[in-house]
């Protein structure tokens, strides 16, 4: 069993938006996006874990968030964060902000920080939303996360919240949004420098097991297990 933690460890207490806000969102996604997950069995207590998926959605973040076993937070875009009342929701929901392009120091260092108090944090390689349901090229941000705090990783596959429209629309037309856990894995150890090529090799590792969580007709550039950004 995976973990980083010691015995009897007692998890961090988050803020009422976090536990509000997964009640809400598994209330309406079962009406409105006829919402299931597997592979729960997956992931095993108490973690933490760096869990990476596929992005479709403007939903994905706090549906992944909802449907995980363990208590987690959020990498989420900075724009966010640029409106007060924005701000307040995805902060204390469990979130917190990432510079696109380039590495964020900073977003690297509260993860660390909050997987030190036991709570994982979800992530998502590609940086942006696919803009037709394909897996798209991916960055190197959660492999650096990986790699540089030696924390094991759970790949998620989402697939449905793609045809997420209006609640009226879902209501009578169910997307079915599928969220897939899957087995923990850690990533091969780095000797010497994480080098721009071993990023690459690391991130093609990554997104491999985010790809084999998913239909053949959402994997996109991974379908043949190649790509990844830099």
Not at 108 to 125: L, T, Y
Not at 149 to 174: A, C, E, M, Y
Request: with cysteine; aromatic share 12%.
């Amino acid at each position: 069993m995976f973990s980083l933690l010691p015995a009897g460890y007692n998890y961090y207490q988050m803020h009422w938006v976090y536990y509000f806000g997964r009640g809400l969102i598994r209330t309406l996604m079962v009406p409105f996006g006829g919402w299931k997950t597997k592979g729960k069995e997956n992931v095993p207590a108490p973690g933490p874990f760096l869990v990476v998926s596929n992005h479709l959605h403007i939903a994905d973040p706090p549906i992944i968030a909802a449907s995980f076993p363990l208590k987690c937070v959020l990498i989420a875009k900075a724009d966010l964060w640029d409106n007060g009342w924005s701000r307040f929701w995805v902060s204390n929901f469990g979130a917190f902000p990432v510079r696109r392009g380039g590495i964020d120091r900073e977003a690297i260092r509260q993860s660390e920080a909050w997987i030190k108090k036991g709570v994982s944090v979800v992530m998502f390689p590609e940086g942006t939303r696919s803009p037709d349901g394909t897996m798209q090229p991916a960055l190197p941000g959660a492999v650096l996360i990986a790699t540089l705090l030696n924390i094991p990783v759970v790949p998620v596959g989402i697939t449905g919240s793609d045809k997420l429209r209006s609640l009226k629309r879902s209501f009578f037309h169910h997307p079915k949004i599928t969220v897939n856990f899957g087995k923990p894995f850690t990533l091969p150890p780095v000797e010497g420098k994480l080098t721009k090529e071993k990023r690459r090799e690391l991130t093609l590792i990554m997104m491999g097991h985010v790809a084999e969580l998913l239909p053949p007709e959402y994997r996109g550039v991974y379908t043949g297990g190649e790509n990844a950004k830099d």
